[in-house]
Structures are given as C-alpha cells and as structure tokens.
Nanobody, 122 residues
Framework: QVQLVESGGGLVQAGGSLRLSCAASGFTFSTFAMGWFRQAPGMEREFVATINWSGSRKDYADSVKGRFTISRDNAKNTVYLQMNSLKSEDTAVYYC???????????????WGQGTQVTVSS
C-alpha cells in the first residue's frame, strides 16, 4: 500500500534551518509529482512547495520562496524540503503528499503522510 513517512521536524530558533524528508513506498515514486503542505493550529492546510516527477519543475508559495527548497531523489524514493531562514510564522505541522502533477490545491493530492511538527521559536 502507498505510504508516505515524514521526518526531520523539530524545534529551531528563528533564522535557523531544518531539512524535512518524506520517504515513499508502495508505488512507483519516479512517476508522481510530490508536494509539501503545512497546517498551523486553527488554520487551513496551505501549499508550501511541489516538484514534478523528474525534479525539473518546482513551484513555491510566495511566503517561502527564496528560503525553502524542494528536491527529490528518485533512487531513494524520497522528497526533501530544505528550510532556511525560518520564521515563527513557519511553525506548523508539515505534510508531504502525492499527485499526478505539480498542483497547489490539496484536493489534487491523493495520499498524505502523517505529518511532522516544525516549531520555530522567536
């Protein structure tokens, strides 16, 4: 069965960095786009970044552009989110998800991980 498992979250000071990983299994990873979303308490889930199957196309939310980088390693069935210059407003649970293309809307993604908490202290 399809499984997506995020890791790498934690507590970091403002201005610091974290790298999130999402290990995929149960499907042909190299044929799907992948996305990262986040959800803060009381807020809707919001788009962060997405990458196409080959890594040649990437898209970012304006709020993270220039600070976050999405990448993937198809040999390891893993997608990454490098987060630099973190701000307190980046605090949220971060989820990875699978889609057929690089969409920004959550409803286009059919499988989701369980999420990993990122907390940025100011």
């Amino acid at each position: 069965q399809v499984q997506l498992v995020e890791s790498g979250g934690g507590l970091v000071q403002a201005g610091g960095s974290l790298r999130l990983s999402c290990a995929a299994s149960g499907f042909t990873f190299s044929t799907f786009a992948m996305g990262w979303f986040r959800q803060a308490p009381g807020m809707e889930r919001e788009f962060v970044a997405t990458i196409n199957w080959s890594g040649s196309r990437k898209d970012y939310a304006d709020s993270v552009k220039g600070r976050f980088t999405i990448s993937r390693d198809n040999a390891k069935n893993t997608v990454y989110l490098q987060m630099n210059s973190l701000k307190s407003e980046d605090t949220a649970v971060y989820y990875c998800a699978r889609a057929r293309a690089t969409f920004r809307t959550p409803r286009e993604y059919d499988y989701w991980g369980q999420g990993t908490q990122v907390t940025v202290s100011s």
